[in-house]
């Protein structure tokens, strides 16, 4: 059943932990123990069935030393591809039929049922050859094993007949068609070769590594001078700006010091001098200045001097002005043919690249080449040994034999075999059972998938009927086995939820499922009962507004109930029940699901508090009305009811899921409709032991009822 179709409102499915395959095994052992028997007995009879093989052997041994080649520098080398080239004559149709039809198997089965009777012959055929050793081993398969020795030796009687015939119809023509091959392939090389030498003189390639060509040096030395030439340029401009910057200003004398404090300016010789000269000819004033006028003709003459070498001096910054300003220009325009000869140069490069990658296509061709001529010249050779030698070079050193044990038959093998596929088949369908069946099995399961406590296992009774009223005729005749067994299962389960214990108020405790046909309802009734009969004053309220059930598990019917009191009936009112210390609410009349206010549900649990000892909610299935989250807003704790063997995984995750923040209220499952060891057991005869929070060990000392059949309707009544 899938979320999507049921709850339109669904999450993605709560991810649990997945359950071991051990406890697969053990929920499911009769079906495992089915599968893995038919398994077995299938194995075993296809096993029988198994036609009996014996296999005859033979060894031959190739003489290597007249199998040797000479290469061109003299050296001995050994063809290693004869032995397949004997491997594969020896497996060849030819040699095959010889003999079949020499032993007369074309007449007996399977060769006479066989299509290809050869192709069945080469299948029972093994050959093995070891280059180490030159050694070919031959075996052969057949249901006899006399049949197989002497298939076996006419086949290497055959074989040998073929391989003396085959070199005796070789033709000179091969030889010949060879050589031509190889002289053809001889002048191909030869052309390679030059033309490779050829491409390498006319372009110039002296190293296959453009990084170290004689370009890629001239390259660096060109890029290294231009790097000094731009920085020499840079401060040529910068130089060249600073007497621009001087010619700007309009005052002669104020230019004439900006000019003079540009350091290559101040440091020519020519305006060295000048300085000197008109820095003594002021000095020389200054001392005149002192014994005459300025009108003095003395005067008059070293001022007139003063001015004639300042001008000179103006001439002179003037024409080292020039002198940088031409260096400057003079270096722009080596700058610019330097970067044109960069640029040559890279091209040139790239090209000298373009040529590498040809000419190592050149050189690739030229291996090629060299590749073909050495395979040509190999089998020349082979064939020139060929032609020389006529007989066979195989030479039998182990006879046919054959051994009167099937090769194909271990029942060691076939047992281990069978165990193994038995166990495969039983994990597998077990492994299936469990994806296609989404129900909870068993407690261990429940807990594995939720992480929660188990307080209570109530075990399976066939046709479970509700509590019931204590004074209807059909009660009064004594508790059954199954409802001591019951009793017994939610005393431990008070204990483990420790209700018994003395508080100031009520405490409010809620019974829920994930959906409809868990026992819900059962529980609440037969644990308020459980409460009362431990001297508890324990009221009922049946929250389940749609399909109220409590008042038919307790026997009791009354018309107001909560659905009166939500819609502000007053009179509603707790009513005793027909066992001591046990009231019930009722569900009232059945309404639609929405209709549960927390709040007034609040005000009436507020209200009966002081009243009693524990107060039971038996909510709806928390899956299908909203009206179960309303009433865990208002109880202490949340009990959830498990039903194995109906319980989804799916509804179980959905459940926790729309609990939310309620979780925390949850104190544990009760797993109801146990199938395990509680089922069936007399309570005289168990020991159940409960501690807090945990689950019942249930010590069996001998079953009381025996044969119950399986049934789950008595676990859902009423819910």
Known sequence: MQMSTAYPDAPPTTRFANDSLWGMIQRRRGLAILFGFLAAVISLIGFSLVQPLYQANATLVVDRAARSLTDDDGNRQIDYSFLNTQRDLLMSDAVLSSALVAT??????????????????????????????????????????????????????????????????????????????????????????VHEQEFRATHGILTTDPDRSPLASQLESYSVKRVELVRELDADRVVVGQI??????????????????????????????????????????????????????????INGQITAERAQLDQAISIACRALENHERALSKENVDMSSEIKQLQVDLTGYRGNLMQMEALSEERSTRERLFANLLTKL??????????????????????????????????????????????????FIADVIDRRVADADMVSGLTNLEILGHIPHVAALQPLGNKRDPRNMNGQSVENRLLDECFNALRVNLRLGEEIDSARVLMVASSSTGEGRSMVAARLGHSLAANGLRVLLIDCDLRRPALDHQVG???????????????????????????????????????????????????????????????????????????????????????????????????????????????????????????????????????THRGSITSAVRKPAISGVAAARNGHGAGV
């Open 104 to 193: 007369g198997s074309l007449l007996r089965k399977p060769y006479f049922q066989s299509a290809d009777p050869s192709a069945l012959l080469r299948h029972r055929l093994s050959v093995i050859v070891s280059k180490d050793s030159w050694m070919i081993t031959v075996s052969l398969r057949d249901e006899s094993a006399s049949t197989a020795q002497n298939l076996l030796a006419l086949v290497l009687h055959s074989y040998t007949h073929h391989e003396i015939d085959l070199r005796q119809n070789r033709t000179r023509g091969e030889f010949d068609f060879l050589t031509h091959q190889v002289e053809t392939e001889r002048e191909l090389l030869t052309a390679a070769r």
């Open 381 to 430: 050779r082979q064939a020139e040994v060929d032609n020389r030698l006529i007989a066979s070079q195989l030479m039998p050193i182990d006879a046919p034999h054959a051994d009167n044990q099937p090769v194909n038959i271990h029942w060691p093998l076939f047992l281990m075999t069978t165990a193994i596929t038995a166990c495969i088949v039983a994990i597998l369908a077990v």
């Open 244 to 301: 621009a910057a001087s010619d700007a200003i309009q005052n002669p004398e104020q230019r004439t010091r900006s000019l003079l404090e540009v350091a290559e300016i101040k440091q020519d010789a020519s305006v060295g001098q000048h300085r000197e000269a008109l820095a003594a000819l002021q000095d020389k004033a200054v001392q005149l200045g002192q014994t005459y006028k300025a009108k003095h003709p003395r005067m008059l003459e």
């Open 556 to 690: 009791e019917h009354c018309d107001l109930g909560l659905s009166e009191w939500l819609n502000g009936d007053a009179r509603v009112r707790p009513i005793p029940t027909s066992y001591p210390g046990l009231d019930i609410i009722t569900g009232g009349s059945p309404c639609e699901p929405g209709h549960l206010q927390g709040r007034r549900l609040r005000l009436l649990i507020d209200g009966l508090r002081p009243n009693y000892d524990c107060i039971i909610l038996d909510s709806p299935p928390i899956n299908v009305s909203a009206d179960a989250l309303v009433a865990a807003t208002v109880v202490d704790n949340l009990l959830l009811v498990i039903r194995g063997r109906h319980t989804t995984r799916e509804h179980l995750g959905f459940a926790l899921h729309r609990l939310g923040w309620l979780r925390q209220q949850l104190l544990g499952i009760v797993f109801n409709d146990d199938h395990r060891n509680l089922a069936g057991l007399n309570p005289s005869d168990t020991a159940i032991h409960a």
